[in-house]
């Protein structure tokens, strides 16, 4: 028997045919219940207990256009050699793609578990073909024709497929009913050669040494008071190896169910997996990251996907090896006992890890291994001073929620307590550096936290929000740049400071709601708004003044002084200035002051604007070397 996992893709054309009668399904019913009398699905659906159930997968992404299955029809396509209960492909939670001209696509995921006749003459030189075949339970051929692709010259596709250990696939193939008959079905078929190099190595060659060895015998001398002794242990040497290739053929699904039902006869979920109640149950734990779904600033929340390792010894779950032959036994969650452990930072309601599907790795000893698969949604407190060159420290915390540490003590393995198989980067968060730590001593809360240390990538908020307010600002300094008289001035500075409204609204919406700390860029948006503030009052009062007609006074007389000065590169003290009416190029009328106005105060704004950029720079550059 053979146990994949696999995607099949099926489509087809909407389309108003005529029924005819189909085949009687009484003797698939009789076969179907002669294969359930003795079936039992807590044993792994293989013959040979010691083989691997292979598990391979594939994703095709579909497209926008889905419609729910329940809406309309599908084929009612089944495992035609499956070794369990018929089922129908799929579930009502699958969504189909649907074009304009009715063209339908469909693919369910599903495990199958089919039939497989193995050879075992040629031990471990075999090679075994295997059939999946499926069939369409109600239609005949002339109404519902299930067949190939004409197009795909690989009917039967390997992407992402993770070579076995133990198997090589050697072909592939399919092949539609022929026309001659009337079931609608299509088979894949699966050529699979063993891998024999484990065998060689820890079967054969001993077995060919020992034949060597027991040539020897007839070599000992008859005095020796040796040969009989020699020739007995090479004898039972060689029974040794004979039930050891027993073994290796796999113990019977007879014999794995007897152990099942023998390790749960008394067992209890309820108590914990000690013979001494008043032991510790140590739990060993690690995190396999997947990948950073989202790190949102503004709920302060991290969504992660990884899955925890869990590791215990169970002293209710332990046989003889060597007597059984059995190595390694699964159980569903439910069956056995397992630690309430929950995300004790989670922002939802909190539930208890895994699910009744999952399946426990128990071996002889004990040694109980649980991968649950979680999304995890956990609270992370979000520092936005340096946004968006900021650095965030986010925790992971699994918490046994019944039991303290003296019962069940939740600890981490010492080597890479976080794992990165199969992650996959974030465009927007890199991970600078993990940790875990277990609780202290001297607490009485039995947890693990897992440490992950995030640095945000700024280019996205380099070039959409920093680049132009910076940019925004040097247009605010252009305000002064603007003649009186051009009509212009008090509509761009008030265009300029809408601009720094708008863009802190921007960056207010990606912030969470926070007085404890303010963004560095919203304080340079606030001190950016105040000098458009101040640059729209200044423009007002010039060009108020600029208008004037009665005599300038002493103070603004002061202010032209000031701005020829700061015009006048050579001069040493400030230049006198003739009163009205003396002939001399230095009349200071309202139009020289509105012009003394606009310089000195497009210098005084640029000097802020120098500061403020300077002050940010630092504070950023401390932070990043702190």
């Not at 152990?259 to 997996?273: D, G």
């Not at 899955?307 to 779950?317: K, N, R, T, V």
């Amino acid at each position: 028997m053979m146990r994949i996992a696999a995607i099949f893709v099926f489509c087809c054309r909407t389309a108003v045919i005529h029924a005819i009668h189909g085949t009687s399904t009484e003797e698939y019913i009789r076969l179907q219940e002669s294969l359930l009398e003795n079936y039992s699905n807590e044993v792994r659906p293989v013959r040979d207990q010691d083989k691997t159930v292979f598990i391979h997968t594939s994703y095709y992404l579909t497209s926008i256009n889905e419609v729910d299955v329940k809406h309309i029809w599908t084929p009612d396509v089944v495992l035609k050699n499956d070794v369990k209960t018929f089922e129908e492909l799929g579930g009502d939670f699958y969504y189909l793609e649907v074009t304009w001209d009715g063209y339908v696509r469909w693919l369910p995921f599903q495990v199958f578990e089919s039939k497989c006749d193995i050879d075992i003459t040629y031990f471990p030189f075999d090679e075994q073909i295997c059939n999946i075949t499926f069939h369409s339970w109600s239609f005949t051929k002339w109404e519902v024709n299930v067949t190939l692709f004409h197009d795909d010259d690989l009917p039967v596709e390997m992407y992402d497929y993770v070579e076995n250990s133990v198997w090589d696939i050697v072909f592939t193939g399919a092949l539609a009913s022929p026309d001659s008959k009337a079931e609608s079905e299509v088979t894949f078929i699966l050529h699979l050669r063993r891998k024999p190099l484990y065998y060689v190595m820890n079967l054969i060659l001993p077995v060919v040494l020992l034949g060597v060895l027991n040539l020897l015998v007839f070599v000992i001398p008859a005095d020796a008071g040796e040969k009989m002794s020699f020739a007995m242990t090479v004898f039972l040497s060689f029974a040794v190896f004979l039930s050891i290739i027993n073994v290796a053929s796999g113990a019977s699904a007879e014999d794995y169910k007897r152990l099942h039902r023998s390790l749960l006869a008394n067992y209890s979920t309820s108590v914990r997996p000690v013979l001494d109640q008043d032991e510790t149950v140590f739990i060993f734990t690690a995190l396999y990251l997947a990948g950073i779904n989202d790190v949102d600033t503004v709920s302060q929340r991290l969504v992660t996907t990884a899955f925890p390792e869990l590791a215990w010894f169970d002293e209710f779950l332990q046989w003889d090896e060597l007597s059984t032959g059995i190595e390694i036994m699964y159980f569903k969650q439910n069956e056995i006992w397992t630690p309430d452990l929950v995300l004790k930072n989670s922002v939802q309601t909190i539930k208890e890890l895994g699910g009744d599907f999952y399946y426990l790795r128990v071996t002889s000893d004990g040694l109980v291994r649980w991968l649950p698969f979680q999304v995890f949604e956990s609270k992370c407190a979000i520092d936005i001073t340096f946004f968006p060159f900021d650095d965030q420290t986010c925790y992971i915390t699994v918490h046994s929620w019944s039991f303290n540490k003296y019962e069940v003590n939740v600890t981490h393995f010492d080597d890479f307590p976080v794992n990165f198989n199969d992650f996959v980067e974030n465009s927007v968060w890199s991970i600078v550096s993990t940790g875990s730590s277990a609780s202290p001593e001297s607490e009485v809360d039995s947890e693990v936290t897992f440490i992950l240390h995030l640095r945000r990538k700024p280019l996205y908020y380099v070039m959409n929000l920093i680049l132009p307010v910076v940019l925004l600002g040097v247009l605010n300094l252009l305000v002064f740049v603007i003649p009186a008289d051009a009509g212009e001035k008090m509509s761009f500075a008030m265009t300029v400071f809408l601009s720094f409204a708008v863009f802190l609204s921007i960056i207010s919406m990606q912030l969470p709601t926070n007085s404890d700390n303010t963004s560095l860029l919203g304080v340079y948006l606030v001190f950016q708004m105040i000098l458009g503030v101040g640059t729209i009052t200044i423009s007002s009062l010039q060009l108020r003044l600029h208008h004037r007609n009665s005599e300038v006074g002493r103070f603004y007389r002061g202010i032209v002084k000031f701005e020829r000065y700061l015009r006048c590169t050579k001069c040493k003290k400030f230049p006198r200035i003739k009163p009205v009416g003396e002939d001399n190029l230095d009349v200071v009328d309202w139009r020289a002051v509105s012009s003394a106005i606009d310089f000195v105060s497009l210098f005084t704004m640029l000097v802020f604007e120098i500061v403020a950029i300077s002050v940010i720079m630092v504070k950023l550059i401390h932070s990043t070397r702190g």
